[in-house]
């Protein structure tokens, strides 16, 4: 059995990181939004003098997705010819990530009691999230074979999610937050199954912070 060793060292910047970029933000947006302290976000604007007490429903827009720079050709370069990832399977990756981050958020928010709709209107928060800076270490192509990856980290994504008013559409709030997952230092086999486990651990986390957020922000309001 072939096994081969891949581990990224851009992930491991991630968290140290998290505090020089909070520092280097600016305080106010370019579109009016003012920076919110003390968050377990990489960062959080909201707008002055929102009031959150009127949202008692949430709407949850399409995830859009998108890998970080090259890494369809970076990733290729390295993988052999069975294992290259075709433009077609880096669509079913946005799909499978788009859907499992509707399902992870939706099933997190709701447990707390929390209410979905499908549509805006007065009293309806929309979430319009995207998935960035997508990178996996060893997607799972389902290819034959007895190769096996071993990794220590599965990736890294970034959350892009900006929050706005459902009557209006104004915009309330944006939220960003990279994220690697399991980077534990300890190499580990990556499959679908891991790489999915990790993935929905990492929306799970974003989903109970964005959950205390808007809890903490409510009561202010």
Known sequence: MLKRIIVLMFVALVSACAVNQQASLPAVSSDGLHLVPDTKLGAVYL???????????????????????NWQRNYNEEATF??????????????????????????TLTADGRQFVKTGGTGVLILRPAIINLRITAPDLMTPGMEQTFVASTGSMTLYLELLDGKTGDLI???????????????????????????????????QLLNAHLKRLTAKS
């Open 47 to 69: 707008k002055p003098g929102a009031d959150l007490s009127q949202y008692n429903k949430l709407a949850l827009l399409d995830t859009y997705v998108s890998f970080a720079k």
């Open 82 to 107: 069975e294992d290259q990832v075709s433009d077609k399977e880096m669509q079913k990756i946005r799909n499978k990530v788009s859907e499992g981050f509707a399902e992870e958020l939706t099933k």
């Open 173 to 207: 709030a944006r939220i960003i937050d990279s994220e690697a997952a399991s980077d534990d230092g300890i190499a580990e086999v990556a499959n679908s199954v891991t790489n999915t486990a990790d993935f929905d651990r990492v929306v799970q986390r974003w989903a």
